[in-house]
């Protein structure tokens, strides 16, 4: 399947770390950056967007793009291994993930940009790949890596410092700690520490070859000592992730965007700026702390208050308040809402949305979605239609899609890609700590 997904996308996977240049909008979008406190910069990329494998569920594929660790997780009060059951169902085809390329030392590589996670992790050279269920040696093919890592640190070792990530999804990862000079767009972050995964048990998309952890210092999971085995809560040791570090030395604000699109042409991502794209009025929001049941209180994820979700169909106008944080997540595909809110908007769309499993809803591909706006802020921020089916997800001959509105758990409620396709959402990492929202225009 990984040399399947290679060959298809030979021709579409051929960005440099300069970017494309979009429209130019930048007189009819800078009034309202500079309104928000935001600049124009250079310094953004393009985002490819691929399909990833499948695995046993499409609840299972969206708990393998849940990347957050479980070990941080079981310290925040919510249990890892429940999300809320998991339906082993027939293999299903692919969602689809963002990619970028990122500069690790000399050599470039596709990776995942992930605000959901903090850790940024390339695969090596040379890596044992494990079976998820038996933990057995099996082919690296079987982990679905693109490129290897070859070579050690580029800027030293950590000594006694290890990697160690266990998914949602039952994935999990190891290996040391070090650093090296890490190339975003045109901006290089010098001496930034990463891993270099030794050992996997992964189902990759045979392309990327890692993560770019995007997330906050919070989530960050190093642990000391060499044995992962040893690895608990009382040895974790939190560093500075790349948006951090990027504003630490200077090279750019501690400030990163995405104006996400399905259509590739119009996808970037940016770093110390936004992107020269056509918006309305941004809102801001301030991120939410969390605090462990060990009492630590700290920024782990880009939390923040929903004051609440509406949505409308020709025969259904519904508003939802009272709503629970949501995390804004690059790494997962579709929204994660509250189980009742899930439920009334797929049974919105015309015709109705089947329930596959747990958390996830079909509709058929040619349905119409209902209007889904979610307010932040006090401004609505509208999901684009075309966000609200994966016609990606279809099987061979069928006319099933994936609704792009699943259910979530307790503690896990997220904004995704569904959310964040046709607007420009802003991470501000600085003493700041907020998100800012405004809606494409071009």
């Not at 307010?375 to 990606?392: C, D, N, Q, Y």
């Not at 997220?414 to 800012?436: N, P």
Request: hydrophobic fraction near 35%.
């Amino acid at each position: 399947m990984a040399g399947f997904i290679k060959r298809a996308l030979v021709g579409s996977l051929t960005l440099g770390l300069g970017a494309a240049a979009p429209v130019d909008h930048v007189l009819e979008t800078r009034n309202f950056a500079a309104e928000a406190g935001l600049a124009i910069t250079d310094n953004y990329h393009t985002l490819a967007r691929i399909p990833r494998q499948p695995g046993l569920s499409r609840t299972f594929d969206v708990l393998r793009q849940n990347r957050r660790n479980k070990v941080i997780m079981d310290d925040l009060g919510v249990d890892p291994n429940d999300p809320e059951g998991i339906d082993k169902l027939r293999a299903e085809l692919h969602q689809v993930e963002y990619i970028m390329q990122v500069g690790i030392g000399a050599e470039t590589y596709y990776m995942i940009p992930d605000t959901g996670s903090s850790d940024t992790w390339i695969i090596s050279d040379g890596f044992k790949c494990l079976d998820p269920y038996y933990g057995q040696d099996i082919p690296q093919e079987e982990c679905g890596f693109g490129p290897l890592f070859k070579g050690d640190f580029p800027d030293g070792k950590i000594d006694n410092q290890n990697l160690n990530i266990s998914y949602l999804s039952g994935d999990y990862l190891n290996g040391p700690m070090g650093y090296a000079n890490i190339t975003l767009a045109n901006v290089t972050v010098p001496k930034q520490q990463f891993a270099l995964v030794n050992v996997a048990s992964f189902a990759g998309d045979g392309v990327s070859s890692g993560i770019l952890g995007l997330g906050l210092r919070g989530l960050t999971a190093a642990f000391t000592g060499n044995d992962p085995r040893n690895d608990s809560i009382d040895n974790l040791v939190n560093y500075s992730p790349i948006v951090e570090t990027m504003g630490a030395s200077k090279v750019a604000d501690p400030i990163l965007s995405f104006a996400m699109s399905r259509d590739e042409n119009r996808s970037f991502i940016a770093f110390g700026g936004v992107p020269p794209v056509k918006t309305g009025e941004y809102t801001t929001v301030p991120i939410q702390k969390g605090t462990t049941s060990s009492g630590r209180t700290d920024y782990f994820y880009y939390d923040i208050a929903i004051d609440s979700i509406s949505w409308n169909s020709s025969t259904i106008n519904q508003t939802a308040t009272n709503l629970p944080n949501m995390l804004v997540d690059s790494g997962t595909t579709i929204n994660l809402f509250p189980r009742n809110v899930a439920v009334a908007i797929n049974n919105a769309y015309s015709p109705a949305g089947q329930q596959e499993d747990s958390m996830v809803w079909s509709v058929p591909c040619d349905a119409i979605p209902p209007t889904l706006d979610i307010v932040i802020g006090g401004k609505a921020i509208r999901t684009h239609p075309s966000s609200m089916i994966l016609p990606e997800t279809a099987a061979a001959g069928s006319n099933r899609c994936l609704s792009g509105i699943g259910a979530g758990q307790t503690g896990s409620y997220i904004l995704g890609d569904t959310f964040m396709q046709e607007i420009v959402a802003v991470f501000d990492v600085s003493d700041k700590k907020e998100l800012k929202f405004a809606q494409r225009l071009d």
